[in-house]
């Protein structure tokens, strides 16, 4: 991702949907102030399973050693907003907001980075997943915790062992989450 960059542009033309090769003798200036010429232009879509985002009008310019997407062309052509954190970027829908995709980074950059649909987790994978696992994603207290006395309450052991106990069947965060607020109050 690249938020100075006024096109899409790639070493390798493999990927495009289409291609044209346009020997326009036109060049593009690069970050060391040099000159590298243009091949041709392409389209790409993401594939089926992920979202339709189009990138358009891809400058195929073979001696760059990293492929750039402009923020502008990608946001202004797909209708979507980007936002940046320390651990990668979320492409929304800019009108609802809602998350169109997500790519972590670690490095130095913002990359591009999307698994192939047989990498993709499929429903039934979650079928595995623990109990506990869930309630921690949901940032509920877990088997562990409620088993664990707490040292600075005098009714730690009585509260515990009850919790203990009822988190065996059934989480009490959930059932505290649940409850509806009996009170109807208005102005």
């Given at each position: 991702?690249?938020?100075?960059?006024t096109?899409?542009?790639?070493?390798?033309?493999?990927?495009?949907?289409?291609?044209?090769?346009?020997?326009?003798?036109?060049?593009?200036?690069?970050?060391?102030?040099?000159?590298?010429?243009?091949?041709?232009t392409?389209?790409?879509?993401?594939p089926?399973?992920?979202?339709?985002?189009?990138?358009?009008?891809?400058?195929?310019?073979?001696?760059?050693?990293?492929?750039?997407?402009?923020?502008?062309?990608?946001?202004?052509?797909?209708?979507?907003?980007?936002?940046?954190?320390?651990?990668?970027?979320?492409?929304?829908?800019?009108?609802?907001?809602?998350?169109?995709?997500?790519?972590?980074?670690?490095?130095?950059?913002?990359?591009?980075?999307?698994?192939?649909?047989?990498?993709?987790?499929?429903?039934s994978?979650?079928?595995?997943?623990?109990?506990?696992?869930?309630?921690?994603?949901?940032?509920h207290?877990?088997?562990?915790?409620?088993?664990t006395?707490?040292?600075?309450?005098?009714?730690?052991?009585?509260?515990?062992?009850?919790?203990?106990?009822?988190?065996?069947?059934?989480?009490?965060?959930?059932?505290?989450?649940?409850?509806?607020?009996?009170?109807?109050?208005?102005?």
């Open positions: 991702m690249d938020t100075g960059a096109s899409h542009m790639s070493n390798s033309p493999g990927n495009f949907s289409s291609y044209v090769n346009k020997g326009l003798y036109r060049n593009i200036i690069v970050g060391n102030g040099s000159k590298v010429p243009i091949q041709g392409g389209h790409y879509t993401l089926h399973p992920f979202p339709p985002l189009h990138l358009s009008n891809i400058l195929h310019v073979p001696s760059l050693i990293k492929n750039l997407l402009s923020v502008r062309r990608l946001t202004t052509d797909n209708n979507v907003s980007i936002e940046f954190d320390p651990f990668g970027f979320d492409v929304k829908d800019f009108q609802t907001r809602t998350p169109i995709l997500r790519c972590n980074s670690t490095g130095d950059l913002y990359p591009l980075t999307l698994k192939s649909s047989s990498q993709l987790t499929s429903p994978a979650f079928a595995s997943i623990t109990q506990d696992l869930w309630h921690h994603r949901l940032g207290p877990g088997h562990s915790t409620t088993n006395p707490n040292k600075w309450s005098r009714t730690a052991k009585h509260s515990s062992n009850n919790i203990a106990s009822n988190a065996r069947s059934s989480c009490p965060q959930i059932h505290f989450d649940k409850q509806v607020n009996a009170y109807n109050i208005t102005a």
